[in-house]
């Protein structure tokens, strides 16, 4: 590899531009593409630029590299021509918003997330290169967060400009917002607060959130949904210590024991979560949903391959992919209590340890979960043990109906930039503050993102593909110009209020009839 100056990007092979290939949809197709290809190379440039700051939120030596990233893209966003741009503080680390006006008095609301911290990296990890050098071969760029946030979040700049060069337009065909925080890899913990302070500001009728991916190179698609997540852990406290399990075994209630028993009555024989309750408002897959599911070219042993794991097992009458990204769940974390040493050590131990967490999907109250287990603990646990029990910040469930105006507009924008590919639904098996902004802002939440499994989020060697960063490009470029009509003609049905609830699952019959269905990889989140 031969090196460049810190202003371009290393590259091992520089991969040919296309001329455009065969337009679909209208001549602004052609327009935009063309404006992509010519300003392809300053992008990436920008890209790996703003990759070479290791904003890694989740190590305090990194504060002042995360800080440097929220800078660096509040300057970018500027020179994009966002008339508005703030770094907002958070007890954390900060976000960034940006704001552009339509000059259209009528135009809908789009606020775009996404996340500039990325997950921690180093050599010794298992990359091939310096994870915060970017290095560009085989049309790939190699970089810690080049998928995983900044790629996702930079192509919005490009795509916004892209739009305006193509329509001639010198503000936005929607009144266009971001809100990049800096605190994802980090759980958000400031997150939903930050919502709620500015929540004036951020007011929207539709959410694009641009942290996600697609089904492969060659199958786009796009999410409609992700699970929320509670989670707690269990201390159990017996005898006040370690005790001898001759003299007092069998006499008193031993705290391992008991963990071992809550782990057992967490699943019935169809692995049905056995809480009372937890499935209470669940909303269930409707048999088109399940039909399109069923549709996608799934292979299941290299899942299993993916997984690291050697066969499923899951909630008995739901395929794979439906437990993943439509079905609640209860997971043990960790379990521990007793001696844990070599050889034997006859005791009753003085205390155990469980970590659970719980899955959840639309329908489902993160509030009521949490009392739901306290109940089911709490009749679980005999008399002669204490037990404590705390939860951490929940993630609620977000669902968007497949049916609503504003998807339709993101698959068919999505379309256009993939030649007339048809676009699939998915959902993502994870979770993420995308419902934080669902919840306090009462808007549909849509998922735009390019990245494929490949990618490796977290992993050593992440990268992103460059003809599919420039897809996702062009589809921002087309969604702005494309959404106040597909809102507009749904007229109230369309509203922020219809379609904010994640308990709506809607239906798929006249997204299919525009020619795509709902599938979904699954991915690290």
Partial sequence: MSET??????????????????????????????????????????????????????????ADDVRRSAAWLADRLTGTGFPTVEVWETDGAPAVFADWP?????????????????????????????????????GRMYARGAADDKGQVLFHTLGVRAHLAATGRTAPAVHLKLLIEGEEESGSPHFRALVEKHADRLTTDVVVVSDTGMWSETTPTVCTGMRGVADCEIDLYGPDQD??????????????????????????????????????????????????????????AAWLTTAKSHG?????????????????TAEVNGIGGGYQGPGGKTIVPATAHLKLSFRLVAGQDPARIETAVRDWLTGLVPAGVRHEIVFGAPTRPCLTPLDHPALTAVAGAMSRAFDGAKVRYTREGGSGPAADLQDVLAAPVLFLGISVPSD???????????????????????????????????????????????GSAGSAGSVQDDGADPVRHEDDA
């Fill in 5 to 62: 100056p810190d202003s371009a990007v290393r590259t091992a092979d520089t991969p040919a531009p296309s001329d455009g290939g065969t337009t679909a949809g209208t001549a602004g197709t052609s327009d935009v593409r063309a404006y992509v290809e010519r300003h392809r190379a300053d992008f990436l440039g920008e890209l790996a630029e703003w990759l070479r700051i290791p904003s890694v939120s989740a190590q305090p030596e990194h």
């Fill in 102 to 138: 339509s000059d259209t008095p009528d135009a809908p609301t789009v606020l775009v997330y996404g996340h500039h911290d990325v997950q921690p990296a180093a050599r010794e990890d298992g990359w091939h290169t310096d994870p915060f050098e970017p290095v560009i071969t085989d």
């Fill in 243 to 300: 005790i001898h399990s001759g003299s007092f075994g069998g006499a008193v209630p031993n705290p391992a024991t008991v963990a071992g028993r809550i782990v057992a009555a967490l699943h019935d024989a169809d692995e049905r979560v056995a809480i009372p309750g937890f499935y209470d408002g669940v909303t269930e897959l409707t048999d088109a949903e399940r039909a399109l599911i069923a549709e996608l070219p799934f292979d299941e």
């Fill in 312 to 328: 499923t097992l899951g909630e008995t009458g739901f395929a794979t992919l439906e437990r993943v990204w439509a079905r609640p």
């Fill in 456 to 502: 490796g989020w977290h992993a050593p060697n992440e990268k992103i593909e460059l003809d599919l960063l420039m897809k996702g490009v062009e589809t921002a470029a087309y969604l702005w110009g494309d959404l106040p009509a597909a809102l507009a003609a749904a007229g109230p049905a369309g509203s922020a209020g219809s379609a904010g609830s994640a």
